[in-house]
């Protein structure tokens, strides 16, 4: 499946299974899959929520700061892919 960069994990809230992620391109939305992969990370999944501010928000842009909940441990750095549909 393509998929399409659009940010970076900036930190991991392992208590709560939180990942910061700040959005450098694109867009994401609740609904949408992404891909996190980095040097020992690589995960797929849906997303079911995202907060910006400690508020829900259906989508996020570009420049936004946002939290999603996660099923594994990710890392800083780690790159997050937004997968496309074909």
Do not use: C, N, W
Request: aromatic content about 4%.
């Amino acid at each position: 499946m393509p998929e399409e960069q659009i940010g970076r994990i900036s930190h991991y809230f392992g208590k709560i299974e939180v990942a910061a992620i700040e959005l450098t391109d694109g867009s994401l939305a609740v609904g949408d899959t992404i891909h996190i992969k980095g040097h020992t990370t690589d995960l797929t999944e849906k997303v079911d929520s995202i907060q910006i501010e400690h508020e829900q928000v259906q989508s996020a842009k570009k420049g936004d700061s946002i939290g999603i909940k996660v099923t594994d441990h990710v890392r800083e750095h780690d790159l997050v892919y937004k997968v496309l549909p074909d």
